[in-house]
């Protein structure tokens, strides 16, 4: 039997997610007040076994809206620097899945089968299980840009059309085409710059990336956040970049796939702005298949059930109450004792350290040093159990650790460079951090894309 012999699925999910976000404490919930209201976006991802609709459980829950510009990252690995809700929702899952991969090799219940010890190698995999995904508006990017038109919310300026097809230089310079060309020696001609305002600017040839909604009337083409033009730019691919890359990789990174199969979400439901042909075209029609990797195609559904802190939701409620986005991100691991409140990618009420990683009370459980922390302990134990010879000099950084899942690396390389040339790729002295968080580059060396390797 399968998931969908679940009567109502989609509102199903929805309501989990919506009542588990209820239940969580104030702390960090955005604020409704007379004459203001704080929006935010909820994303959870649900585990189903079989056709039981009393086995839909919240995995992970996480809402957000804001990324961290590029100047304010830092080398050591201690922050969240994509605060979107599908971001925070999916590193919670990760952590998740970390967990459940630690019970099972201790025999313990776990989501996972049992794994053979031996000289095979095998990784985990869930069997019976499926995983699906409830965001309460479409994803940024591709996904809502028809939305977005029809919505007249958003106007754009006849007079910057011209800069508008320009992407700022630091965003260039770290795609994954250019760092290719300059690789293979190649020499890279840049534009002169009309105007010392347009220095920032310049334009690759053929390249089909655009900043947040600029000229948002073209469709198919990977953006970075965030959306408005104004904002300092940001390394991070809009969500429905990701969510289109997660359908060929999976949903577990790089951290963990030495370690379990991948893990694709079967379904995918929205909740405002939902537009089936924009979805479906985000998140895997604009995939075109290759012999080198193959895009999963989740059901994607739409479902009534309202977020109270959705713009819509808001908007509907107090029509003449102005409306900000929330500043804060809720992240909620199940398994996990409490809810964390983050706020510019650190928990609530930490400051950022001056010199060298903060202290671990600081950090969030799912920035990125968290999690290679918990990924490379389980790496160990799950070494131990299956005999797998350790080269002690491939888990000395994040970079290297990533680097490990060879498998996992080829299919990125292909996706990367047959259908997502353009995708922003973090300079490596933001990935080269130990497992103490201590970094081997210099944070000012962070940005000029030297010494990369391709990812
Ligand atoms: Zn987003």
Redesign the pocket.
Known sequence: MSWRAIDAFPDKVATRCLSEFERLPKQGKPIVAKERAEWTILAGIVQVSSSDENSIKVVSLGTGVKCLPLTRISVHGDDVRDS?A?VIARRGFISYLAKQAKAALQNEESIFCKVEGGEGRHRLKVENITFHMYISQA??GDASMTSLAESGDYKEDDTSSTRARKVPSIIVDNTFRRKKRKLDGDQVAEESPASPKDELYIQEKDSLLRRGRESFAELGILRT?PGRADSDPSLSM??SDKLARWNVLGLQSALLASIIEPIFLSSIVIGDWHDEESMKRALYGRLEETEAFHAHTPDIYATKMQCPVSQTCLQQLYPSVQLMPSNNAISCVRGCEKAEVLVNGRKQGSAKTLKGPSPPKTRSRICSLSLFQQCRDLYYQYARATSTAIEESSLGTYYDFKMLAREYQGVKQALLSERFSDWVCKPQAYEAFDSEGNASLDQTNGNDGKNDELP
């Open positions: 979107h599908e994803p940024c956040k809009s969500c």
